[in-house]
């Protein structure tokens, strides 16, 4: 059964840091891109952070940009988001999500969700004080 478990979200003060995982189960996770999305009550789903399946090559919204990281231990067929100097507005359901195969790389980095195939149940981050 393929499957994708995020973890790792929680109540965090302005300016702290958290560490969003995406564990996968059923599938090998390196042949996909895999992206990371949020939503916030009464809102959109949006595209946060990227990453390739091939060449390690990211993507971030101009919202987390040199505040987040992305990346991926194939190892542990897992990706991984580092959020820190966490804001406020950074608060929402943050989901990860698998291409759709035959999605390039110049696609998943566009990050629609339609894109995306596989998804996992989501993990709440709060950044209050």
């Known amino acids: 059964q393929v499957q994708l478990v995020e973890s790792g979200g929680g109540l965090v003060q302005p300016g702290g840091s958290l560490r969003l995982s995406c564990a996968a189960s059923?599938?090998?996770?390196?042949?996909?891109?895999i992206g990371w999305f949020r939503q916030a009550p009464g809102k959109e789903r949006e595209g946060v952070s990227c990453?390739?399946?091939?060449?390690?090559?990211?993507y971030y919204a101009d919202s987390v940009k040199g505040r987040f990281t992305i990346s991926r231990e194939n190892a542990k067929n897992t990706v991984y988001l580092q959020m820190n100097s966490l804001k406020p507005e950074d608060t929402a359901v943050y989901y990860c999500?698998?291409?759709?195969?035959?999605?390039?790389?110049?696609?998943?980095?566009?990050?629609?969700?339609?894109?995306?195939?596989?998804w996992g149940q989501g993990t709440q981050v709060t950044v209050s004080s």
């Open positions: 999500a698998a291409s759709r195969f035959g999605i390039t790389t110049a696609q998943a980095m566009g990050l629609v969700t339609g894109d995306f195939g596989s």
């Open positions: 059923g599938f090998t996770l390196d042949y996909y891109a």
């Open positions: 990453i390739s399946s091939s060449d390690g090559s990211t």
